[in-house]
């Protein structure tokens, strides 16, 4: 991740605790990530997944503007809607494209001053 962009905003669901084998449908996943960020005016910017956990990792970019936390929450619940969370089993992770995560450590460590 050396030189990558880190996120500035991002929303987190914990793992259900399920079953080992309730994995999510990848192709359906990018799917519905792809019309929600469409409908915020957003594109996915960069997409990880890490199969041994089910883990997404979204990130988001917006042509002309900036994405803002509204942006990531409303992709971020239309996932969660399209997912039944008993049967699925997966981390989330929504962000943008922004700030290393060294910046924004450093601008977190300056707000608690």
Not at 31 to 48: T, W
Request: glycine share 8%; proline share 2%; aromatic share 8%.
């Amino acid at each position: 991740m050396e030189g990558r962009k880190g996120l500035l905003f991002c929303c987190n669901e914990l793992p259900f605790a399920g079953p080992k084998d309730s994995f999510m449908d990848k192709t359906r996943f990018t799917d519905v990530a792809s019309e929600a960020a469409r409908q915020r005016g957003c594109e996915i910017a960069e997409l990880l997944f890490n199969d041994d956990d089910n883990v997404f990792e979204l990130v988001l970019r917006k042509e002309g503007g900036s994405v803002d936390l509204q942006d990531c929450e409303s992709v971020h619940r239309a996932i969660l809607a399209a997912f039944d969370r008993n049967i699925e089993d997966y981390a989330l992770t929504v962000g943008s494209e922004g700030l290393s995560s060294e910046e924004a450590d450093r601008l977190l460590g300056d707000i608690d001053e």
